[in-house]
């Protein structure tokens, strides 16, 4: 379709909508606009629930609402014993959408997985840099450069990628926004007409639901996919009306003006409670906050100190407080709703006496530390200043005197990684794929020193165990190795677990079939309005 | 009138280096940058930061920057966003005309309330009128704009249910957009209701960001024409007899007109900072909205070309008002 017929196309629903047909409308109030539409070169959520949630497939998924990987575009695969080769079996009969200016002549088979992997790993693919300075910055943060030795057709409905170590949340990567499949022919036709850079601007993919137009930082259209592999939707269109203001986000589902809205502010979650029109759904957020000591700096480097300075802190009152009852408090550096989660591990009971006592068998008397505040709010954490403020009078109570700091976020983020900091940081994490990998290692690893891993913790027991988790396919023997490190964790404490937060999603009664996905995705795949 | 105009272009020149300045340094000298950002709470190894830097040319120096900017400017080119990897200049073209919009009916309404509340509480001084009028000014004034806003949306969105909340138009209508001004693409459009749905979605952005404006037009129209009320000639006009409203209208404003003309003019800037936060409240897609969100995200090619865009727009729009001034007060131009 021409801009023109889309414009006419959407035009007919709206007059459809207007006289009262059945055409169903969902409008999703989203927080904030799209930086693209190929979910590749970026890294937000806001961009992921625009791009490859409603648009794209991947080779495999997560199962609406869990973060268990199910089969996307691939119907199955296979693992070599030595957990080098994957071998993935493609789904046929499989279209592509069709848009003004294309027409699928084929349908997905081995090149487009091909396309869409190669134009991310190899510095030489001519679409690699099809528009300036794009950077495939979750491929790379993922590691998939150096883990992905080759990807092969071994013929059209067969793909072999062989990796250069044994890797086993390499499946549940693949499951990442990042992986999603584009079409090789779509780029074809794009580069002939010599509109490569439509392929962020125009999205076609597999997915349950066809883009129709973006008027930027307004609204984003979209209707469903008529020959989605797995049906048809039950909702005809799908608009995001974008609203960046969480106040004004909830007036318009108040309103009416929307039928599901993300991210309501923690102090209006009860008035929308209240309001019988408006269901609030809520779920644990995949995320912790934590305050991580630099262990490489004296007194800090001792676990004792550090379990002492934990035991002074009442975090119940962070959550009262800070979270307003949002939250729950954490006692293990992955949530509750992660597998392998280690519910026997004692949290460190809050007792000021002994943590004083403590301290000083320790030889730590007249301590003076600094506490960093994040200066931004993020899903993990709403307000880091509070919180530092309580933590910096629960550390009076035992003699510790507190200095609160705080940078600009960039500046924050940066400096919060340099081995040689001063003080400890506040700072946390949300899940990018559901593995506990993603957080033990990505926070805690030994590799990670002076990157992600803002306790600057290199514990040869605790990395050993996870190491061996990350190569080792079989769940059940993870799970015991994740449990084991958990202990070993809590009982050398590199950081001050704090809190996970909770997610709300208000929408109107009449949504039904949405679930909330606790990777922090919006998916309208079998969403449903009631008549 | 020709002298008069090269000297103001004259002026622009030096002006429009200046902003190129401005604008290319203010967000470098902000701590941060778009790499740092992006990566978020993971962080980058030193040498994936270098490299990242390198790629998007934030390691070269300085100068070298800025002579690659200005040779862009030179050319027509003003960037392209790190964020979208489109244009800025497309961007630009694709929001501007939503802040006009607002932007005029702002000040339409602004001038049209504040000249004659400000000239009638001349006339009336010291009456209620004078100070409930007045009064009302300096509250209006002092209004913080995120907070009046959402007040209206709360009553009259929210409880009286006789405005929609936030938006350019109703969703239901959906047409390709022909001059970006919505009350005209609506009518354009055909559709029945879709002009009504325009002007509804209008009002209360309008209101919230015509409120300082008002309220500055209205005491500077008051105190305009007070001083010309109290010249000798309107005086002299009274004693030969003339009606009081022949005084007013036609002798004192006039006159009185010429310093409410030049604050109009320098409204436009505060029209232009209003609508930030007008925009951010009524999810309007302007200018406004697009730099805060540049500005935070560091999106360096955005920050500096609509900087300099908006800037552009502030000067023709005083440059506008310096050849009106000339056209209102034969004095001027025959300086």
């Known amino acids: ?531 | 009138m020709l002298r008069f105009l090269l000297a103001k272009l004259a002026v622009l020149v030096p002006t429009f280096f200046g902003i190129t300045i401005v604008a290319f340094g203010f967000v470098r000298v902000l701590p941060g940058d778009p790499v740092l950002l992006m990566a978020g709470e993971r962080g980058l190894s030193p040498e994936r930061y270098q490299q990242l830097l390198h790629q998007l040319g934030f390691d070269r120096p300085l100068w070298e920057q800025y002579l690659g900017y200005l040779a862009g400017l030179f050319q027509g080119d003003l960037g392209t966003s790190l964020v979208t990897k489109k244009p800025v200049l497309t961007e630009f073209m694709a929001l501007f005309p939503a802040t006009v919009e607002l932007g005029l009916c702002a000040m339409l309404l602004a001038t049209i309330v504040g000249i004659p509340l400000g000239v009638f509480a001349a006339i009336r001084r010291g009456s209620w009128f004078d100070q409930v009028s007045m009064g009302t000014a300096l509250v209006g004034y002092s209004m913080p704009i995120f907070w009046w806003g959402l007040l209206l949306i709360i009553l009259f969105s929210g409880i009286l249910q006789w405005t929609p909340v936030s938006g350019r138009i109703s969703l239901l209508y959906f047409f390709p957009p022909v001059t970006g001004f919505m009350l005209i693409d609506s009518l354009l459009s055909g559709q029945s209701g879709a002009f009504a749905s325009a002007v509804s979605h209008l009002i209360l952005p309008t209101i919230v960001l015509a409120t300082i404006p008002m309220a500055v037009i209205a005491r500077q129209s008051r105190s305009a024409m007070l001083e010309v009320l109290s010249e000798d000639y309107v005086r002299t006009a009274r004693a030969k007899g003339m009606s009081p409203w022949r005084v007013v209208n036609v002798h004192a404003l006039r006159n009185a007109l010429i310093p409410v003309i030049t604050t109009i003019g320098l409204q436009v800037g505060v029209v232009l900072a209003g609508a930030i936060l007008t925009e951010t409240i009524f999810s309007w897609p302007g200018i406004g909205k697009w730099m805060v969100d540049s500005i935070f995200r560091r999106d360096y090619p955005v920050v500096q070309g609509g900087l300099l865009l908006i800037a552009a727009v502030v000067m023709i729009v005083n440059l506008l008002v310096d050849l009106l001034y000339g056209l209102i007060n034969p004095r001027i131009r025959h300086k």
């Open chain 1, 1 to 531: 379709m021409t801009i023109k017929t889309r414009f006419l196309a959407a035009t007919a629903i709206t007059l459809a909508l207007a006289g009262g047909a059945s055409a169903k409308t969902l409008v999703y109030c989203s927080e904030g606009s799209p930086e693209g539409f190929d979910p590749a070169p970026y890294t937000a959520g806001t961009t992921f629930d625009a791009s490859s949630q409603p648009v794209y497939n991947r080779l495999v998924e997560f199962e609406n609402g869990t973060t268990k990987v199910i089969p996307g575009l691939a119907e199955s695969w296979e693992v070599s014993d030595d957990g080098l080769e994957y071998t993935f079996h493609l789904r046929e009969g499989v279209k592509f959408q069709t848009i003004d200016g294309f027409t699928p002549s084929r349908d997905f088979n081995a090149d487009d997985v091909l396309f869409s992997f190669n134009r991310q790993k190899d510095a030489d693919n001519p679409w690699h840099e099809y528009t300036a300075g794009i950077v495939y910055e979750y491929f790379d943060a993922m590691d998939m450069g150096t883990l992905i030795d080759s990807i092969e057709k071994v013929d059209d409905y067969t793909v072999k990628f062989t990796l250069t170590r044994p890797e086993a949340p390499f499946i549940a990567n693949l499951a990442m926004d990042f992986a999603s499949i584009l079409s090789a022919e779509y780029a074809e036709t794009l580069d002939e007409a010599g509109r490569k850079e439509d392929l962020n601007q125009i999205p076609v993919g597999t997915g349950p639901f066809q883009f129709v137009a973006y008027q930027k930082d307004a609204v984003i259209r979209y209707q469903a996919n008529p020959d989605y592999w797995r049906g048809k939707q039950p909702i005809d269109d799908l608009i995001f009306a974008i609203t960046t203001d969480p106040a004004v986000r909830m007036q318009k589902l108040m309103a009416g003006e929307c039928h599901v809205m993300p991210y309501p502010s923690p102090a209006d979650v009860e008035a929308l409670q209240s309001d019988d029109a408006i269901t609030v759904m809520e779920q644990p957020g995949l995320n912790v906050a934590y305050l991580a000591y630099n262990t490489l700096q004296a007194p800090f480097d001792k676990p004792e100190v550090r379990r002492a300075l934990n035991m002074a802190m009442n975090k119940q009152a962070i959550i009262d407080a800070v979270f307003q009852g949002t939250g729950q408090v954490a006692k293990n550096p992955i949530p509750p709703t992660m597998w392998s989660y280690n519910d026997a591990v004692q949290d460190d009971a809050y007792d000021p006496e002994a943590a004083k006592k403590m301290l000083e068998d320790a030889g730590v008397t007249d301590l003076s530390m600094k506490v960093w505040a994040m200066p931004v709010q993020r899903p993990y954490m709403p307000n880091a200043r509070r919180t530092a403020e309580l933590i910096q009078a629960d550390f009076a109570e035992v003699g510790v005197t507190v200095e609160i700091v705080s940078y600009e976020w960039g500046e924050y983020l940066k400096k919060s990684s340099d081995k040689e900091r001063d003080g400890a940081v506040i700072l946390g994490w949300t899940g990018d794929n559901g593995d506990p990998d993603n957080f033990m290692g990505v926070l805690l690893g030994c590799a990670a020193v002076g990157g992600s891993n803002r306790a600057n913790w290199c514990d040869e027991d605790f990395n050993a165990l996870i190491e061996k988790a990350r190569t080792t396919s079989d769940e059940a023997e993870r799970t015991a190795l994740y449990e084991e490190a958990q202990l070993r964790f809590k009982d050398q404490a590199p950081w001050a677990t704090l809190a996970h937060s909770t997610v709300f999603m208000p929408m109107s009664t009449n949504v039904t079939g949405y679930k909330m996905n606790p990777l922090g995705s919006h998916r309208f795949d079998g969403v449903d309005i009631a008549e």
